[in-house]
């Protein structure tokens, strides 16, 4: 299905500007953005870098082409990027669709197409478009940010009036192929325990979103239910020099869900969000089914303030637990944020971000914690960021 939808959208991009009279006629529009990131900690090596010496290794570039020939149509394709630490250091795929809007109650988008689940995920590929450096790594965990952003598959999308007194709703409805490739950061700990996915993991994947934007001026509240049908892949295991055992990765169907909301007037803006993650996942090898037990509670709260027209400072608590652990460090994950932004003008901008975490449910692989992973960390991140 990926290789069709992407050889249409591929088609519609060499076929319109033959149609085109003019360069003009097309709208074309290129955009990016090059960012340049520093992280410390005071103990704990985080995101697959060698954070407790103080690392720059986390770069990213992105570039997007869009073309308009019709007031209606649109098309583009978005390029990525990226190095952290040990993951990463190639060139992606972001997104790269058409689009078709009708009128302001639907319109209609396919190819590779942003998920727009959750309140944040489908402007986590825009650094310069918020204040942090971080988002809440709760939800929008750095090390896995291209599986979640986008699927292979379709989009509807619209604005639907219910009048004066009630305010509007925009609705998003989509399906498709999500694919979560065999060197993507959710799967670093399997990595390190000799186990891969050499085809990664992919299945199929529902979704809604509903955004209420209320009558009471700059509030939105919201949700997201995903639906991802039980999903399957091969997964090998290699536990001694000379020794690879063939088994898969089974993943129940199962519900992901989110609530949200989100508060703008003036200078302020407050914003909080809830979601919930049980898949059922098992490894199996032969006559020897693993668990591989997950069932996390996911939430935060932020607040920012715009101190001049340059500088906006924040705060945000991320808080996460995974039911399905024990007690102790490796079941949650708690933290504290202190942020800050300066825009030096309309290209280039600074962030700066102070991070106290408690536990180790996030951020930490055991390969670079030898000596065991510490229950808090002080982290420290810099980001220095251009637009164009």
Same mark, same amino acid.
């Given at each position: ?285 032969? %006559? ?34 995974? %039911? ?65």
């Amino acid at each position: 299905m990926k290789q069709f939808l992407m050889g249409v959208v591929m088609l519609a991009l060499t076929v319109i500007p033959a149609r085109a009279q003019s360069m003009e006629d097309l709208n074309i529009q290129i955009h990016g953005y090059a960012t340049q990131g520093f992280l410390y900690t005071n103990q704990n090596n985080l995101f697959t870098t060698n954070s407790s010496d103080g690392s720059p290794a986390w770069s990213e570039a992105v570039v997007n082409v869009t073309a308009q020939p019709d007031s209606k149509l649109r098309v583009g394709v978005q390029a990525r990027y990226f190095l952290l630490g040990n993951i990463g250091n190639a060139i992606t795929l972001d997104w790269a669709n058409a689009d078709y809007k009708f009128n302001d109650k639907l319109g209609v988008r396919f190819g590779k197409v942003k998920m727009p689940s959750n309140l944040f995920n489908e402007v986590q590929d825009i650094d310069p478009s918020y204040m942090w450096a971080l988002l809440p790594q709760s939800v929008y965990t750095l090390t896995n940010r291209n599986s979640a952003l986008s699927q292979y598959g379709g989009l509807v999308y619209g604005t639907l009036k219910l009048g004066n007194n009630l305010g509007k709703v925009e609705y998003r409805g989509w399906g498709g192929e999500q694919v979560l490739g065999g060197d993507d950061g959710y799967w670093i700990g399997l990595r390190e325990a000799g186990m891969n996915l050499p085809n990664g993991l992919s299945g199929s994947n529902i979704g809604a979103t509903l955004h209420w934007k209320m009558p009471f001026k700059g509030l939105m509240i919201g949700g997201t239910d995903t639906r991802k049908p039980a999903w399957s892949s091969q997964l090998t295991f290699a536990p001694a020099p000379g020794v690879l055992l063939t088994g898969s990765m089974d993943v129940k169907s199962f519900n992901q869900w989110a609530t949200f909301a989100v508060y703008e007037k003036n200078k302020i803006m407050l914003a909080g969000e809830y979601n919930k993650l049980a898949p059922g996942i098992t490894l199996s090898f032969p %006559h020897l089914p693993i668990p591989f037990p997950v069932d996390k509670r996911q939430w935060y709260g932020m607040a920012s303030y715009k101190v001049t027209q340059k500088l906006s400072a924040g705060i945000y608590d991320s808080q996460q637990i995974n %039911h399905a652990l024990p007690l102790g460090p490796a079941r949650f994950s708690k933290d504290w944020v202190i942020s800050g932004r300066y825009d030096f003008n309309q290209f280039l901008y600074a962030k700066a971000e102070q991070h106290f975490i408690d536990g180790t449910d996030n951020y930490f692989d055991e390969n670079l914690n030898p000596n065991g992973i510490q229950p808090t960390t002080k982290l420290t991140v810099l980001k220095i960021g251009v637009s164009f």
